[in-house]
């Protein structure tokens, strides 16, 4: 068969790290090849390698057979190369059809547009992918979820003949993880190569041809996809077994109610939603996407104003009007767009860690303590095992799930009776996954409330004590947690829409 | 009948020297019972800023208006507006070169200058390098004063050299800067000249700072602070123009002008060197501010 | 166009706003909002003063705005980009020099002179371009230093003179004259405001209408992604420094020719004054946003403040404090009404 | 987000560094390179002309970069948090009026007087930062408009006159006295220099060890992020604004004490001058990053400079193109030593 891509011996070198210690790789026509390794390991740097935006300290690169030397995105297309990146790059300013065709956009004399071209093509690509997306929609009012679509849209409008996709799935739900499949599977009939990385193990075994598995920068073994089970393919990832624990629902009827919300309303976007939260308990919030999970909790937070409604923690009426009220009631809350609302990414591991905490780092005189705070921070990196040079390096600079792991540890930090968690597992690593839940049931045996959101339902189903089902900003109903509750009961009230409501930028 | 309104655009407002031209023009609309509105742009270079403000000026439809014109030629159209609507310019400070103005109120900045040449040469005895701290390199005044000093040293006083014209834009932390600086890079220094108050007070400051001494300083203009530079001694002397003069005669040549009095060609309102021996003359008093 | 949408503060990712808002805000809203203020303005000094009111104080006031606005566009084209421009106000003057070298000293026909400013004003906007650019030096300081270069230059080449425009009959017509009033004789309207406004169509266009525009805004938005899209981010910021620098180049000939003159000294402080109609007009320091229209507003709601204040006589001292506290309030104002929006 | 980015290296997802270049980066690294610049010109200069480098001249040099140094290490603070501070200098101006007015108007003891003045600049501050932080102005608009309001006030209150303390025996020793000087009398530094370092080294002990200067950073890396952490932004940016006012209030008491008197109409156009001392030293406009000794070092460079110049009594107008040029190329210097970094 013919390569598209064969990549072997290659270095990369980062201030501190050896990020890539002779990795090799190769991509056939029309397979799936999926690159999987833990956090850190090393796959969007290679991956960057080939598609021209990091330039490699050593090791050579065939496309189709031929040795490539890309020099830098352009050289990249032109090769056939395209590459779906882990974090969102899209120009927030910019309407959806305006970022899938930048750089490419119809043209007409003296470099005018042709608008109605673009967003007509637009369309048509969306409509391959049977997304719902006006292309005229800005695309910073989009969601993370529709963004990403727009990554892929954008992708696949290259029309490559390699196409890389970094955790494309990482912000997606079920429902558009099928369409995408879809996509990739068509994409393979016409013969195009995809790389595939992501930390979903279901997914390997779903669309996967081929496992490459990295650890540490280094490249551990090939595999058949087929006649490969997931376990060993982990244990290749983490270098030992990763046993996971079922769950057990404790009985915490008789717990103190420690957050208690009722009848909150903003637009259409919250419509009376009321639930409560009892200490020890981890509440699960499952829903399709944009079903307004993050905006319950941003609204419980006090990060959007509320229109309506009651919040009570532990029995006391409070009113939020701020995150500041909130943490100040023992609230804390997770976001899942860490590059935005999460992380100071150009200050370092140190400070964003304690961010949420100064006030324990502080004498009387506002003076900042660095040495405890350096122990806090080394002592997060290596129970969460955040790989980082040193706990000064600038988050930036870590890797998409390591950084997720500094978020983690400033809200671990500030320990709050009651945390919300929203997508707290977006682009972690299997094995750190397991240890985030077993964090996760620790902090509740220690009494506190957890809040859950997440769009993959076998996390929720993992840890729920209780889930919550949202769908277009109502609560349609709250399940009981262990094997009693099947996917399906949560698809049906997930999908309970009611007429004459449509989500942020669909026509 | 309503009151006489008469504006004055000047061609500055903050500095020293503009305020005592605007406190002659209030006198003189307090005496005359006008009313007198006094505005100049933040800096001599903005020529623009100051034609706004004449129309600005003008679609109050004055009845007569005192000009100090940055650049004349740039104001004649306007000035040409304001003759058709019948309504009499008096320029004042530095002239207007247009037929327009019905009379101009004003000293000579050269002769002015020169007389602090002449001083200057008197002090350090016809020969020896003196320097000049100037407020402005573009503006007429700047430009007068400047080369009314270096001319008056050519062509007079062979043995003095400028070596250094500096400009401090009249701003004084600026005008000492640049002082110290032509201090620093000419040991033996005779004799300095500012051009305006800010350059004066500037120099006076090198020299406190720098404890700099037997350098002579003549200033221009008056000012609290220069006339006690003066009275302790730093400063050798300063030339003064009649400030409050050339404001109250514009005030009054414009309110003649509304009347349709006759008026000179020109208004002299003169100018005055001034020292410890004089300075409390009433004469010179009178022409002095602080 | 997404150009429109206003940011509260700069360097502030938006934070989740219902779709409704997020629609109500773009189109033409941003613009009504300051356009309001503007409004407010006018008929607040015409109730006070009769003399206001004018149709020669509106052309005053227009005349006073059209050199700003000018130089006020060419500053949106830059900061659109992310970037900043406070060589605008010498590079003016500068350019303003250069026609009078052509025209007075070398006793050029118009035409050149015209197009020497303009090529003047597109090859200082090119250099500013390339330190930014390709010597990645940071907008504020390669513009700082291109200003004060430019400053030096201008007296250095026209001698500290003023340098006039008698012996170019016409010169003065360039913004003095008024083609429409010859049509209009009710309207008196000077070229030079014809001109603001041709410019501001003209710019509208290419930031609404073409590649170079929709760069413009993409690169203020995110570079890197831009990059990422295997674009020639550095060709195109180029090109727009050009661009902005021969508008400058155009505010040059406009002040030349309602002066008659080019004033070397002119031009220090004017850079202020020009972004800050830009961010009254609701473009955004932090880049990707803004529109040519809300930048003419705020330029006029300058223009008038200055002027009515001066007809009603305030004491200059007054001015000020008045124009800073309304400046102010209207952008307050204008963050209000979005937010009820 | 833009604010994660140094501008002086814009959009590179981490070219190859050195472990050791990266860690100095983010210390002394940057503050470092400037600092070179620094030494080429003084080498330079005095190769130039044997009259720079005497002592008196470094002190005046010294002296000279006081009071904007201080203005300088106040811009610094606002924009380490993303703003922007245009109004330092008319604050100066109108601390060391309010002065005036305590100490010569009212006649109250000197310790009053530098009471007033700081108090003053720090109230104005805390104005500057409730219209940011409270009602969403951006920074450019709120301290364009206190640059204005704080203008007209001097004005109007010291009546557009100077005021004089020469009822106030002492005054002027804040800043020309020499405490140094009667203890080491070959090194008569001036009062004046003394406070500047003093105020230097208060900011960055702030800066880096207390937790106003951690979220002074943290809001201008990623406010909303800092918001989201349960932080009470709006009470720390104003806490910044209001301790950068407090530090122009020296300032004001450093000009005043220097020209032994408050000139009402001083301050226009110094802020543009801190700004830049603050770039050149290295901070980023963007927010997140900046030292105070980097500004320190920008301020010298420009001072340096401009008195260079005048010693060597090049003449005005080529003065700026070269300060032009030279700010330029310093800024050029840092980027290319922190590639090859
Ligand atoms: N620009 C950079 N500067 C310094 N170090 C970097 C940079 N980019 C990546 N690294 C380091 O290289 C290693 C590999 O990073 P990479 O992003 O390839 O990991 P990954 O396999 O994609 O992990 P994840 O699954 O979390 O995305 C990490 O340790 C990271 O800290
Ligand atoms: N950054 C944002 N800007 C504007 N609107 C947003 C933003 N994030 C979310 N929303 C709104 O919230 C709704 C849900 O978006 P969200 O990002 O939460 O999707 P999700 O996380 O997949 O689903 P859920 O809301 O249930 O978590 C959408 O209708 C969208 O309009
Ligand atoms: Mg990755
Ligand atoms: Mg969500």
Redesign the pocket.
Same mark, same amino acid.
């Given at each position: 068969m013919t390569l598209l891509v064969k990549m072997h011996g290659i270095e990369k070198w980062f201030p501190g790290v050896h990020s890539l210690k002779s990795v090799q790789f190769d991509l056939a026509v029309g397979e799936v090849h999926a690159l999987m390794g833990e956090n850190g390991a090393g796959k969007s740097t290679l991956m960057k390698v080939l598609s021209g935006i990091y330039k490699r300290d050593g090791g050579e690169v065939w496309i189709r057979g031929e040795l490539a030397e890309p020099a830098g995105p352009r050289e990249a297309q032109d090769l056939g190369i395209g590459i779906i990146h882990q974090e969102l790059s899209l120009m927030n300013d910019l309407t959806v059809a305006q970022n899938v065709f930048i750089g490419r956009e119809p043209r007409g004399l003296f470099g005018r547009l042709d608008e109605r071209a673009l967003n007509q093509q637009t369309a048509e690509i969306f409509a391959t992918m049977n997304l719902k997306l006006d292309p005229k929609a800005i695309v910073?009012?989009l969601?993370?979820?529709k963004q990403q679509m727009i990554e892929i849209a954008k992708a696949l409008s290259f029309r490559s003949r390699v196409l890389i996709m970094d955790e494309p799935t990482a912000a997606l739900?079920d429902a558009e993880i099928a369409e995408l499949f879809g996509i990739i599977r068509q994409l393979k009939a016409e013969g195009v190569g995809i790389i595939y990385i992501s930390h979903k193990m279901d997914e390997i075994k779903r669309i996967a041809d081929r496992v490459t598995v990295m650890r540490d920068g280094e490249y551990v073994d090939t595999v058949q996809a087929s006649e490969t089970p997931l376990s060993r393919i982990i244990s290749m990832m983490v270098g030992r077994e990763v046993r996971e624990s079922p769950l057990q629902v404790p009985d915490t009827s008789g717990n103190e109610v420690a957050l208690d919300v009722r009848q909150l309303n903003r637009g259409t976007?919250i419509r009376d939603v009321s639930f409560s939260v009892r200490k020890g308990e981890i509440l699960g919030f499952a829903?399709l996407?944009?079903?307004?999970?993050?905006?319950v909790a941003r609204a419980i937070f006090g990060a959007d104003p509320l229109e309506s409604g009651e919040i009570r923690v532990h029995g006391k009426v409070r009113s939020i009007k701020s995150p500041n009220d909130a943490v100040a009631a023992g609230i804390g809350y997770l976001s899942?767009?860490r590059k935005h609302f999460g992380l100071a990414t150009g200050m370092d591991v140190r400070a964003n860690i304690s961010l949420a905490s100064l006030d324990t780092f502080t004498n009387g005189a506002g003076v900042l303590d660095e040495k405890v705070m350096k122990d806090v921070a080394v002592g997060y990196i290596s129970q969460l095992g955040i790989r980082t040079p040193s706990d000064r390096q600038e988050v930036r600079f870590l890797s998409g799930g390591n950084q997720q792991k500094v978020v983690i540890a400033k809200w671990l930090l500030r320990d709050c009776d009651i945390l919300i968690f929203?997508e707290p597992t977006r682009g972690i690593d299997i094995g750190a996954k397991s240890e985030i839940y077993k964090l996760l049931e620790e902090l509740a045996g220690q009494g506190r409330a957890i809040i859950v959101?997440s769009?993959e339902l076998p996390e929720v189903m993992r840890l729920s004590h209780r889930i919550g089902v949202?769908c277009e900003g109502r609560l349609t109903g709250i399940l009981p947690g262990g094997a009693g509750t099947t996917q399906e009961d949560i698809m049906q009230l997930a999908t309970q829409r009611d007429a004459g409501v449509s989500?942020?930028g669909e026509k | 009948q309503e009151e006489i309104y008469i504006p004055l655009i000047s061609k500055g407002f903050q500095h020293q020297f503009w305020q005592a031209v605007k406190s002659g023009a209030d006198q003189a609309a307090a005496e005359f019972g006008v009313r007198v509105t006094f505005e100049g742009p933040d800096s001599e270079t903005m020529v623009d800023r100051q034609i706004d403000m004449l129309a600005a000026t003008l679609a109050n439809k004055p009845d007569a208006v005192g000009f100090a014109a940055l650049d004349s030629q740039a104001a004649i159209p306007l000035l040409r507006k304001a003759a058709e609507a019948g309504i009499p310019v008096v320029a004042f400070d530095s002239g207007v070169e247009s037929d327009i103005p019905v009379t101009t109120a004003t000293t000579d900045n050269v002769a002015a200058a020169a007389l602090a040449a002449d001083k200057m040469a008197e002090f350090i005895g016809g020969k020896g390098k003196v320097a000049v701290v100037a407020h402005d390199q573009t503006s007429r005044t700047g430009i007068d004063r400047r080369d009314g000093f270096l001319n008056r040293m050519a062509e007079a006083y062979p043995d003095i050299e400028v070596v250094s014209v500096q400009y401090g834009q009249g701003d004084q932390l600026q005008s000492t800067e640049v002082a110290k600086a032509i201090l620093t890079a000419n040991p033996g220094l005779a004799g300095m000249f500012g051009t305006n108050e800010g350059s004066a007070i500037g120099i006076v400051n090198a020299v406190r700072e720098m404890s700099a001494t037997d350098l002579v300083i003549i200033g221009y203009d008056s000012g609290k602070a220069q006339t006690n530079a003066i009275r302790e001694g730093v400063m050798a002397g300063a030339i003064t123009q009649n400030p409050v003069g050339i404001g109250y005669e514009t005030v009054k040549a414009a309110l003649s002008a509304y009347r349709g009095e006759a008026l000179p060609e020109v208004i002299d309102t003169g100018f005055y060197y001034y020292d410890a021996s004089n300075i409390d003359e009433a004469k010179i008093a009178a022409v002095l501010y602080d | 166009m997404s150009a429109v949408i206003p940011t509260l503060a700069p360097s502030t990712p938006?934070k %989740?706003?219902s %779709?409704l808002s997020r629609l109500i805000e773009m189109g033409t809203h941003q613009r009504l909002l300051a356009f309001a203020s503007l409004i407010v303005l006018l008929i607040g000094f015409s109730l006070v003063s009769p003399n206001f009111m004018q149709t020669s104080n509106m052309i005053a006031i227009l005349q006073a705005t059209s050199v700003n606005g000018v130089l006020a566009i060419a500053a949106t084209l830059v900061i659109i980009t992310g970037g900043i421009d406070l060589s605008v106000g010498t590079l003016m003057t500068f350019t303003a020099v250069m026609a009078g070298v052509v025209l007075t000293y070398a006793g050029m026909p118009l035409p050149l002179g015209v197009a020497a400013a303009i090529a003047t004003g597109a090859l200082c906007g090119l250099c500013s371009g390339t330190f930014v650019a390709k010597m990645k030096i940071p907008p504020f300081i390669a513009t700082l230093g291109m200003m004060l270069i430019l400053k030096g230059l201008s007296l250095v080449i026209s001698g500290t003179r003023p340098i006039y425009f008698n012996d170019t009959p016409g010169f003065d017509l360039i913004s003095r004259g008024s083609l429409i009033g010859e049509i209009i004789p009710a309207l008196p309207i000077p070229n030079g405001v014809l001109i603001l406004f041709l410019v501001a169509a003209a710019a509208s266009y290419i930031l609404g209408r073409t590649v170079l525009g929709r760069y413009a805004f993409a690169l203020g938005s995110n570079e890197e992604a831009v990059r990422l899209s295997g674009v020639n981010t550095d060709g195109w910021k180029m090109a727009i420094y050009a661009l902005a620098g021969g508008i400058c180049g155009i505010g040059g000939l406009l002040i030349a020719s309602r002066l008659n003159s080019a004033q070397p000294a002119l031009g220090l402080g004017y850079e202020l004054e020009a972004i800050a109609a830009v961010v009254i007009g609701g473009t955004s320091l932090s880049g990707g946003r803004g529109t040519i229209l809300g930048t003419l507003i705020g330029a006029l709601i300058m223009a008038v403040l200055t002027n009515g204040l001066r007809v009603l006589s305030v004491a200059q001292e007054w001015q000020t404090v008045v124009t800073g506290a309304i400046i102010i309030l209207a952008v307050y104002a204008d963050m209000m009404r979005r937010k009820k929006a």
């Open positions: 910073g009012t969601t993370i979820a739900n976007e829903g996407m944009g079903a307004g999970r993050t905006e899942e767009d929203d959101i769009s949202m989500l942020a | - | 938006g %989740p706003k %779709p």
